[in-house]
């Protein structure tokens, strides 16, 4: 018995140490990730949160065991100080898995703190760029929107300076129509005049033959002068 005992005491003593390291590792990456706002995956110290907590719950298991074993062999004839020792052994490993439930709570609340702002966080963001591309878009209609009315106005004063030059020689036209009337009305009531102005138009046909005569003579005499 003496030997078994002894055996399973060494064992609790050292998976008691190994969970004394890993619950001080895990509560510093707790604070670490509570004070850097770390992931709990990312990479602080020994391992990670996850990493450690789920060693830690490997070696509660196996001290549990190592108890539950030392229980096995400590009979009803046991020294107090035998059945002391196992007691302080459990009470060892009540307080390690407090600890660690707590640690591990602590995080987790934090994580899931963290994981509600970064989802806020994204929100207020895509929040944010949906109206900046709604605001892009109106600026780009508003835009469109003077453009179309900038050549309205001028389609608009186009059509205008148009309709303008319409009227402008419609009304020459009257006014050319109302002399050529006026004319063919005197020439028609004084036969006089139509004589008169038929003479002086054929004799400025004369005239402007024999000016052309003129003017080709000219042009071939210095022809051939210039041939000679």
């Known amino acids: 018995m003496a030997t078994r005992w002894d055996a399973l005491r060494r064992d609790a003593r050292q998976l008691e140490n190994e969970l004394e390291n890993k619950l001080v590792s895990f509560g510093k990456l707790g604070t670490a990730y509570r004070n850097e706002v770390h992931s709990p995956t990312s990479p602080n110290g020994p391992g990670s949160c996850d990493v450690v907590a789920m060693e830690i719950n490997q070696l509660l298991q196996r001290l549990s065991k190592v108890n539950d074993a030392m229980d096995d062999v400590v009979g009803e004839g046991s020294s107090s100080a035998i059945r002391h020792t196992l007691q302080r052994h459990h009470d060892i490993l009540q307080d390690y898995r407090q600890e660690f439930n707590k640690t591990k709570a602590n ?19 895509a929040h944010k760029t949906t109206a900046g591309s709604a605001n892009r878009r109106t600026e780009l ?3 469109e929107h003077d453009h179309l009315r900038s050549s309205d106005k001028l389609a608009d004063e186009a059509l205008s300076s148009a309709l303008a030059a319409k009227e402008g020689l419609s009304s020459q036209r009257r006014v050319l129509s109302s002399i050529n009337n006026a004319v063919t009305g005197l020439t028609n009531r004084y036969p006089a005049i139509n004589n008169l102005l038929q003479r002086i138009n054929f004799r400025k046909r004369r005239d402007s033959i024999v000016l052309g005569t003129v003017i080709a003579v000219c042009i071939i005499i210095l022809f051939l002068y210039s041939r000679g």
Do not use: N, T
């Open 141 to 143: 209609y508003m835009k």
């Open 107 to 125: 995080v987790h609340a934090f994580q899931e703190r963290e994981d509600l702002i970064g989802s806020v966080r994204q929100d207020i963001q």
